[in-house]
T-cell receptor, first 112, second 114 residues
Framework: KAGVTQTPRYLIKTRGQQVTLSCSPI?????VSWYQQTPGQGLQFLFE???????NKGNFPGRFSGRQFSNSRSEMNVSTLELGDSALYLC???????????FGAGTRLSVL | KQEVTQIPAALSVPEGENLVLNCSFT??????LQWFRQDPGKGLTSLLL?????REQTSGRLNASLDKSSGRSTLYIAASQPGDSATYLC?????????????FGEGTQLTVNP
């Protein structure tokens, strides 16, 4: 059974650009959550999508957005990149609710 | 608001030692608690999920315990090996209306020396 797949694994962007990250969940999982991990802030929740609907949102500016497709694959978009957006972005998939969650390998974003 | 704390922040032990990692949470009304492992620059690997109705959960050399009333969980690693070196994180669901959102501790960075 394939795990959670995140693409790309690494990205280098400059300030002001925008970026799109992709997450393919485990087959059958309908929930995809996104987290930002930085050395200073730890793991912070961005948002969760379930059956193409955003179900939860963390405390991030509107530059951070996402969507989920009918096959449960999810994308996360960050517009007008700032240096502080440099981080490891992780997505997790599950059947939803309080079920066990499985994480992908992450996308390392560097903003120069 | 749920808060999760992990102690110690870092731990260095010689190979073969048994060790305990601690996790505490402020709101005892949790559905479950999950332990993860993270290698440097990598994603999170799920180690154990312990349900609120369980006291213990075991997987190989790992044993997780849960005491909801005191807001604590421990991860016991038996006969540690250099390959166990990683950061260990615990996480709980953020709340009844928070879907799959997890609240994480800051993690314990474990180094097992050969």
């Amino acid at each position: 059974k394939a795990g959670v797949t995140q693409t790309p694994r690494y990205l280098i962007k400059t300030r002001g650009q925008q970026v799109t990250l992709s997450c393919s969940p485990i087959s059958g999982h309908r929930s995809v959550s996104w987290y930002q991990q930085t050395p200073g802030q730890g793991l912070q929740f961005l948002f969760e999508y379930f059956s193409e609907t955003q179900r939860n949102k963390g405390n991030f500016p509107g530059r951070f957005s996402g969507r989920q497709f009918s096959n449960s694959r999810s994308e996360m978009n960050v517009s007008t990149l700032e240096l502080g957006d440099s981080a490891l972005y992780l997505c997790a998939s599950s059947f939803g609710g309080v079920n066990i969650q499985y994480f992908g390998a992450g996308t390392r974003l560097s903003v120069l | 608001k749920q808060e999760v704390t992990q102690i110690p922040a870092a731990l260095s032990v010689p190979e073969g030692e048994n060790l305990v990692l601690n996790c505490s949470f402020t709101d005892s009304a949790i559905y479950n608690l999950q332990w993860f492992r993270q290698d440097p620059g990598k994603g999170l690997t799920s180690l154990l999920l312990i349900q609120s109705s369980q006291r213990e959960q075991t997987s190989g050399r790992l044993n997780a315990s849960l005491d909801k009333s005191s807001g604590r969980s421990t991860l016991y690693i038996a006969a540690s090996q250099p390959g166990d070196s990683a950061t260990y994180l615990c996480a709980v669901p953020a709340g009844e209306t928070s879907g799959s959102r997890l609240t994480f501790g800051e993690g314990t960075q474990l180094t097992v020396n050969p």
